[in-house]
């Protein structure tokens, strides 16, 4: 049964600084990989999303890579902003593309100015 | 563009009584969907998917149930509502064939 961890759960930085999210996975025969963020009380907003052929993605200031063999991921955010502070989903596909996402319970992040 | 709907934003039942909320996605044809539950302290838990009007696979045993009536449209209801159904309600949507997923803003729902 696949299962998905993130840690840390929380996590306070000032602004400016360059931080990691991690995430990792049991079973490493997934479809792929996908970040997501949510705001309090709001729904979930991709980020990104690696496909398991590929070692990472990124947009903007983000980046995220895929070590499937390890089950690991990582999320990369340079130069962080008050603006990025919310919760960090990690979530698996498995099964091809018809597969349900499984996900982690999640890092939240807060960016003090 | 796709855009995904859901309500409503928040709702307050009491225990017994029925619930239905409702999800449309618009900009796409035959789409996957999804209904999920985050409880407070736990992960995203999926409770239903569908592939197609009709169809309906539920992943756990509860007290809720799903329908799509329609291609872009995706139900979850309840007869009788436990307290425990108490939760944030997402609903979702991916294209068939492709795999990134697309969330609604979320129902919260308490049952007192």
């Known amino acids: 049964k696949q299962e998905v961890t993130q840690i840390p759960a929380a996590l306070s930085v000032p602004e400016g600084e360059n931080l990691v999210l991690n995430c990792s996975f049991t079973?490493?025969?997934?479809?792929?990989l996908q970040w997501f963020r949510q705001d309090p009380g709001k729904g979930l907003t991709s980020l990104l999303l690696?496909?398991?052929?590929?070692r990472e993605q990124t947009s903007g200031r983000l980046n995220a890579s895929l070590d499937k063999s390890s089950g690991r991921s990582t999320l990369y955010i340079a130069a962080s902003q008050p603006g990025d502070s919310a919760t960090y989903l990690c979530?698996?596909?498995?099964?091809?593309?018809?597969?349900?996402?499984?996900f982690g319970k999640g890092t939240k992040l807060s960016v003090k100015p | 563009s796709q855009t995904i709907h859901q309500w409503p934003a928040t709702l307050v039942q009491p225990v017994g009584s029925p619930l239905s909320l409702e999800c449309t996605v618009e900009?796409?044809?035959?789409?996957?969907l999804y209904w999920y539950r985050q409880a407070a302290g736990r992960g995203l838990q999926l409770l239903f998917y569908?592939?197609?009007?009709?169809?309906i696979s539920s992943e756990v045993p509860q007290n809720l149930s799903a329908s799509r009536p329609q291609d872009r449209q995706f139900i979850l209801s309840s007869k009788k509502l436990l307290l425990s159904d108490s939760g944030f309600y997402l609903c979702?949507?991916?294209?068939?064939?492709?795999?990134?997923?697309?969330f609604g803003q979320g129902t919260r729902l308490t049952v007192v």
């Open positions: 979702a949507w991916s294209e068939a064939g492709h795999t990134q997923a697309f």
């Open positions: 079973d490493s025969a997934i479809y792929n």
């Open positions: 690696i496909q398991s052929s590929q």
């Open positions: 979530a698996v596909r498995n099964g091809g593309s018809q597969g349900n996402l499984i």
């Open positions: 900009g796409t044809s035959n789409p996957n």
């Open positions: 569908s592939v197609g009007i009709g169809q």
